[in-house]
């Protein structure tokens, strides 16, 4: 599996937790990105021959004018004509008819909708604009053009928000005709809007008991539903699980294009510019060659994250050696932090809360 990812790093507004590459830009800067996009595409022309998986990501894809988006496409058909799994993120106020469409008429198959929440003092706080009724509305419509595979993002943990909150969130989100969630706690990130907030004294963070609360009642509450939780953070219905997300977990090739995107490729991590001006001057930031114990160390820290967990035949394929040459699982087993079974090795669910406990285990090893 092979994939490809492109980062869109325009929004119409900022919200308050983002840490992601993201700027408020003119329409002339967008017709220059899109040319300078298509530019970095050309440049990676052999490793995007087998492309299986497309994933077009923000920023807001959808702020970007229709043209520019359809001369993108224009550009990727080849790829996509040939791609199992094509997603795009949407942001719910700019979903409209002429918009999936031209989604349609370039195969793409996965919408991934960026909800976070339907509490209006939440929506205010973190600085976003929808409302519920354009959520229903933005799903409905997508479904009734023919969008069979539809993700929404949520997001708990936001300031002033409580039990109640993450209950309707989810109410909401089940009824709608779905087949996957995402679901993150709000982190608090360096140079954010929030983090000058909490400074400042504006604004307090929740009780980390609030936080576990909520996160037992989602899970309890999905382990109800038809959405299977597959990874620390994702449900899906069977069979909808992100091919695209999976082969970043199973340490798979993919190709990152645009400003502040990254990529792995032959063994190489590639670290796009993330400042749009540098962007436009040149693509790449860093690369670095990820030697083979990284290699093993992430099998662990990025496998471990699915709820299968990885597989010990896999490791012995890669690494042509048994995982327990490499690294002592005595302690985190005897912790119940870790299971071996058969082939797999695996987080027990109810103990992926503190997944990191088990990730920090691995950073620590030498090799
Ligand atoms: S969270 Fe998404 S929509 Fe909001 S500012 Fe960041 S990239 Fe833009």
Redesign the pocket.
């Known amino acids: 599996m092979k994939g490809l990812y492109i980062h869109i790093p325009f929004?119409k507004?900022?919200?308050s937790?983002?840490d992601?590459t993201?700027i408020i830009a003119r329409e002339d800067v967008q017709v220059r990105y899109i040319s300078r996009l298509i530019k970095e595409l050309h440049s990676y022309r052999k490793e995007l021959s087998n492309i299986d998986t497309v994933y077009i990501g923000?920023?807001?894809p959808n702020v970007l004018p229709l043209y520019l988006l359809k001369k993108l496409f224009l550009e990727l058909k080849d790829i996509l004509d040939k791609a199992c799994e094509k997603t795009i993120e949407l942001?719910p106020e700019w979903i409209k008819e002429d918009l999936l469409d031209l989604l349609k008429e370039f195969g793409f198959n996965r919408l991934s909708i960026?909800m976070q929440t339907i509490n209006e003092e939440a929506i205010r706080l973190i600085r976003?604009k929808h409302n519920k009724e354009i959520v229903k509305q933005a799903v409905e419509l997508c479904v009734e053009k023919g969008f069979k595979n539809i993700n929404v993002d949520l997001i708990y943990g936001i300031p002033q928000t409580t039990l109640k909150t993450v209950e309707e969130d989810l109410d909401f989100v089940l009824s709608l005709p779905i087949q996957h969630i995402s679901c993150y706690s709000l982190i608090l990130e360096n140079r954010t809007i929030l983090m000058k907030q909490i400074q400042s004294g504006e604004m307090e963070l929740l009780e980390e008991d609030m936080v576990a609360d909520m996160y037992d009642y989602i899970n309890d509450r999905l382990k109800k539903s038809e959405f299977k939780r597959y990874e620390i953070s994702n449900y899906a219905k069977e069979g909808y699980e992100s091919k695209h997300n999976m082969l970043y977990w199973t340490g798979q090739e993919y190709v990152g294009i645009g400003c502040g995107a990254c990529g792995y490729i032959h063994s190489i991590r590639i670290d796009n510019e993330d400042v749009l001006n540098r962007y436009f001057e040149s693509f790449v930031k860093s690369t670095e060659r990820i030697d083979v114990w990284e290699q093993k160390r992430e099998f662990f820290l990025l496998g471990l994250r699915m709820v299968e967990g990885v597989s010990k035949k896999k490791y012995k394929e890669l690494f042509d050696t048994e995982p327990e040459k490499d690294f002592d699982f005595t302690d985190l087993v005897g912790q119940g932090l870790l299971i071996f079974e058969g082939d797999r090795i695996y987080i027990p669910e109810q103990r992926l809360e503190v997944a990191n406990m088990v990730f920090e285990k691995f950073v620590e090893v030498e090799p």
Do not use: D
Request: glycine share 22%.
């Open positions: 929004c507004n900022i919200c937790y983002c992601f993201k923000g920023g807001t942001n960026g976003r």
